[in-house]
Each structure stands twice: as structure tokens, then as C-alpha cells.
């Protein structure tokens, strides 16, 4: 006898499924696009009518993804949509929505609970619903399950619940969303066999879980992992800096080691979706189980300070060229949370901006992926992205090295600003004074 599962995996395998993806940002935009390229039709949905108006018309708003892949995918039959209600036509549905921190640093699920609430009166027989945003282990058992099964499908046997949390790397060159190994982790065993069938077609590895809390574990681990890693090195180079040591210098020495050591550098704080705020949800269901996750916690307070760190080392630079920051002129170079991408998500070099005009400085900034400030829930900005040249350069007291994109002249900047803040170790073993290390 045929079962539900049955043929939702023999419609995934012939690729008769429609893939649904809720969220078409820098997770659910590049996995539209692998769907799109090996032959699925892909419904994608998204509360903001601009970017749906944008992909319908066969644009991309994101830089590192061409336009030109949008415009085939809406040859090959995707559309775009704010109508929740359309869920009913998709056999698979990936949620790729934001979860960030709240004002108290704890998890914020308003928009996974908001999305699932607003898709759950439309979810029908034979579906698999994927969780891929980052999250606390328990989600998807204890936001998600008792929400998809109130229409009184059973899950496990009519509805399949999985996570599978994403590892999107944006502007990264070496990966891509089919080489990037998929985890999957599913409610029920049947579950976890839909869940894989739905990846496996898309992704060259599939790696196949226990459960969804051992997935939501997993993805929390590989970024405490790097958050824990960056803190260290972070303290290291306040240490390293008194000491009259550059810590770029030594990070390099250790990675020659062939075994053992892996390099982390320093820099001027956290950014991206993940790294800065994966340790706060784990730190936050820990407590639900007494546990006081100090270590991740300590990683996190070093990480956080030094955005405070830079602007007190530019205040030092300041000083020596007998100047005071209030009153002075600021440029920070690089608003994006890493070079080459125009992904401002939880960018330290932002939290840097308000530090710097909070003490009466006036902040300006350039960017050749961010010509305008975006429009942030947290941060606002009346800003465009100044043109660098000798001059700009000139004008300005001092300038913050935030991100070390590829398309700034380091040459130039070195030569005609008056005082630099690098906080990339762009400028390794210069000693000239104008050049101050953070």
C-alpha cells in the first residue's frame, strides 16, 4: 500500500513537486535559484511587496546574485508573492525568515511564529515543512509542531516537519548552495526520510540527523565554534597591543603549523546573521535547564566590546595629533559585515558609526557595495557612500578601516588620509604614525 510519504518522495525524486520558499533574502534567494536550475517550479513568498515586485520582474536585489539568474528562474516558471495564502500549492516549504536578538539579547521568534501562524491555516495533506532558520534546539517541536498540526493533520504521517539549518557563506567564491553539506533533522524517522528527500536532489551531500534538536544544535555549535574562536584571538590582540606586539603578525606564525591550530583573525566586532547571535540563543534555552554557559558567554562579551575597543584607539590617535573626537571628521571605510558582499546584517562597522557621532564627531562612510545607508531596524542613517579619492581623503581627521573590501586602494589611502584606524591588519608592520592599529 502507498503511504503519504510514499508519494510525497516520488514527487520529489521525479521532480514533480512545487518547492515553496518563505523568505527571499540571503538564505532563501540562492536556494530558489538551485531549485529553479535543476528543473523544480519554485513559488517563493515574502511580506515585502518591493522585493517580490523586483524578482517578478526578473531583477536581483542582492549584489553577489546576478540578475540574470532571477530572469531565468522566472523563465523556468518562478513566481513570486505576498499572498501567504498560496502555500496550499507548494509540496515542500522552506522557511528562511530572520531570527534575530531582541533588545535584551535574547531570541526573538516573533517572525517564525508570525510566518507559520500566517501559513498554517492553508497547509494541507503531503506536505514537508523545512525550518532553515537559525535557532534554539526545540524549536521545531515546540513553536512549530503544535502550530502545523491545529488543522488536525498528524505530522509524521500526513505532514512532515524537519530542520535543516542553512550555511550560506554570502560572496564566498568557494562554496555554493549545491557543494555546502546539507543537515537534516527530522521529527519522526519518516520525517527525516521526506527531509532528505527534498535536499538530496539540490545538494551533493545530504548528512541525515537524529532529530530536530540535534540539528538545531549542530547549526549553533558551528558558529559558537567561530564566535568563541574570534573572542579569543579578539582578547589576544588587546593583550598583544599593549605589549607593543602585532597579533596579525603572530596569527600568521601559528597557521604554519600543520596540525593543531587553526587561524582566527581579530577585528573590529561581529557581524552577519549567525556569529553574533547564535551563542545568545543557546546561552538562553541553557538557562530553561539551570545551566550558566559562561564560557560562550565570556566569547560573547569580548566580541561585543570591541566596536568600544576601535573608537577608543581612534580617540588615542586622535589625542597624539592633538585633536579631541567631538568636533572632529570621521570616515569609516566599510559599512558591510564582511569584504566584497553588501550584507550589512549586524555589521559592527555600523555600531562603530554610532559610537563615533554619539561623542559629537560628524561620521561619513564609503562603500563601493553600499551606496546608500539601507533602511535597518536598529540603525539609521542619513547617509551616502563618499567617493574615495585623495581628496575625500584629505578632508577627513581620521578614517576607520571597518571592512577590507578588495576594491578599496589601500596605496591610496595610506598616502593622502591623515590618520588611519586599521582594524584589519591591512597595513602589517608599517610603524608610521598616522596609522594606528585597533
Not at 593543531?260 to 581579530?266: C, M, N, Q, S
Amino acid at each position: 500500500m502507498t503511504t503519504i510519504k510514499d508519494r510525497v518522495i516520488d514527487r520529489l525524486e521525479r521532480k514533480d513537486a512545487v518547492i515553496g520558499i518563505v523568505g527571499l533574502g540571503y538564505v532563501g534567494l540562492p536556494l530558489m535559484l538551485r531549485y529553479s536550475d535543476i528543473g523544480y517550479r519554485v513559488l517563493g513568498i515574502d511580506i515585502d511587496p518591493a522585493k517580490v515586485e523586483r524578482l517578478n520582474a526578473g531583477s536581483s536585489y542582492i549584489e553577489h546574485i546576478p540578475g540574470e539568474r532571477v530572469s531565468r528562474a522566472r523563465d523556468a516558471g518562478f513566481e513570486a508573492t505576498t499572498d501567504f495564502a498560496r502555500v496550499a500549492e507548494a509540496d515542500a516549504v522552506i522557511l528562511c525568515v530572520p531570527t534575530p536578538l531582541n533588545k535584551y539579547r535574547e531570541p526573538d521568534m516573533s517572525f517564525v511564529i508570525d510566518t507559520v501562524d500566517a501559513l498554517k491555516g492553508h497547509l494541507r495533506e503531503g506536505q514537508v515543512i523545512s525550518l532553515e532558520s537559525t535557532t534554539y534546539p526545540g524549536t521545531t517541536e515546540e513553536e512549530l509542531l503544535p502550530r502545523v498540526e491545529e488543522g488536525g493533520l498528524v505530522v509524521g504521517r500526513e505532514l512532515f516537519l524537519v530542520y535543516s539549518p542553512e550555511r550560506e557563506d554570502p560572496g564566498n567564491p568557494d562554496f555554493e548552495t549545491r557543494t555546502i553539506p546539507k543537515v537534516v533533522g527530522g521529527h519522526t524517522p519518516a520525517c527525516r526520510e521526506v527531509g532528505v528527500a527534498l535536499y538530496r536532489p539540490a545538494i551533493d551531500r545530504v548528512v541525515p540527523l537524529s532529530s530536530t534538536k540535534a540539528a538545531e544544535m549542530t547549526k549553533l555549535l558551528e558558529n559558537i565554534h567561530r564566535a568563541v574562536n574570534i573572542g579569543l584571538v579578539n582578547e589576544m590582540k588587546v593583550v598583544a597591543d599593549r605589549m607593543g606586539i602585532d597579533i596579525f603578525e603572530v596569527v600568521d606564525a601559528a597557521a604554519t603549523k600543520p596540525f593543531g591550530f587553526t587561524p582566527y583573525y581579530p577585528g573590529p566586532g561581529l557581524g552577519g546573521h549567525c556569529i553574533p547571535i547564535d551563542p545568545f540563543y543557546l546561552t538562553w534555552k541553557a538557562r530553561e535547564y539551570g545551566l550558566h554557559t559562561r564560557f560562550i558567554e565570556l566569547s560573547g562579551e569580548i566580541n561585543q566590546g570591541m566596536p568600544e575597543y576601535v573608537v577608543g584607539k581612534l580617540m588615542e590617535g586622535l589625542n597624539q595629533q592633538g585633536l579631541a573626537l567631538k568636533g572632529s571628521r570621521v570616515l569609516v571605510l566599510g559599512i558591510a559585515y564582511k569584504k566584497n558582499v553588501d550584507d550589512m546584517r549586524e555589521s559592527p562597522s555600523v555600531q562603530i558609526m554610532e559610537l563615533v557621532r554619539a561623542r559629537g564627531a560628524e561620521v561619513a562612510y564609503s562603500d563601493p557595495h553600499v551606496p546608500v545607508f539601507p533602511t535597518m531596524r536598529e540603525h539609521h542613517f542619513d547617509l551616502e557612500s563618499v567617493p574615495l579619492t585623495p581628496t575625500t581623503l584629505a578632508d577627513y581627521d581620521a578614517v576607520v578601516l571597518a571592512t577590507d573590501h578588495d576594491r578599496f586602494d589601500y596605496d591610496m589611502i595610506r598616502a593622502h588620509a591623515r590618520l588611519i584606524v586599521d582594524t584589519r591588519g591591512i597595513y602589517r608592520g608599517d610603524d608610521i604614525d598616522k596609522v594606528i592599529k585597533a
